[in-house]
């Protein structure tokens, strides 16, 4: 089973017509980094899940891929948000020096 996870999910909302100070930028970016760095380790999880052998003693149904899946994306974002592994604050030191 291969379930797509959209990035947008993990991003807010914004209008195009929204004129917000820099401060509340540089808050947004911070934000979108770091749920970059989310999607990331998600990434990361569903690759080293797949590495596994297929032989275990239980057998895997859809449903249990699909809470795999949420729960893998959960973790990732508490991984993400409180531990951070380091690639959100990258991405966001270089984009905020342009």
Do not use: W
Request: net charge negative; proline share 2%.
């Amino acid at each position: 089973m291969n379930l797509y996870v959209d990035p947008r999910m993990y991003t807010t909302q914004t209008s195009s017509l929204d004129h917000a100070s820099s401060g509340q930028s540089n808050e947004r970016l911070k934000k979108t980094c770091d749920e970059f760095e989310a999607v990331m380790v998600q990434m990361m999880f569903k690759a080293m899940r797949g590495s596994q052998p297929k032989n275990t003693l239980f057998e895997k149904d859809t449903a249990t891929e699909v809470y795999q899946e949420l729960f893998d994306g959960e973790v990732a974002r508490e991984l993400a948000h409180n531990q951070s592994m380091g690639i959100g604050m990258h991405l966001y030191q270089q984009l905020a020096e342009e």
